[in-house]
């Protein structure tokens, strides 16, 4: 992004965002709105998706967020957006750097 004079530290897309992030952020918003509210979690392919799964919910559930879905990047054939990485990939560039490796 940065060839094309975009500063990626302010323009981020939803894999950029941890998941804890998205939830938070819908709790906060969904706050003002009184119609029904759902958000997009994006997990990253190469994290632990049982543990992100299970935590994402969890604080969606205890902030009471109105509705939440999961998509897994890669999960489908073809997508909007795509991370490059393909599961071929050496395992330091897979690594999610928005999980920590002991969490």
């Known amino acids: ?17 941890s998941p804890e992030a998205h939830v938070k952020m819908q709790a906060v918003w969904q706050k ?11 997990l990253s392919q190469f994290g632990n998706y049982s543990r992100c799964f299970k935590n994402a919910y969890r604080l969606a559930w205890e902030t009471g967020c109105k509705g939440s879905y999961l998509y897994r990047d890669g999960s489908k054939s073809m997508q909007v ?3 490059g990485f393909s ?9 999610d750097p928005l999980i920590p490796e002991s969490a």
């Open 1 to 17: 992004m940065s060839e094309h004079g975009i500063d990626p530290a302010v323009y981020r897309t939803s894999m950029n965002v």
């Open 32 to 42: 003002h709105v009184t119609n029904s509210s759902l958000k997009l979690l994006t």
């Open 81 to 83: 957006l795509e991370t």
């Open 87 to 95: 599961k071929n990939e050496d395992e330091d560039a897979r690594r």
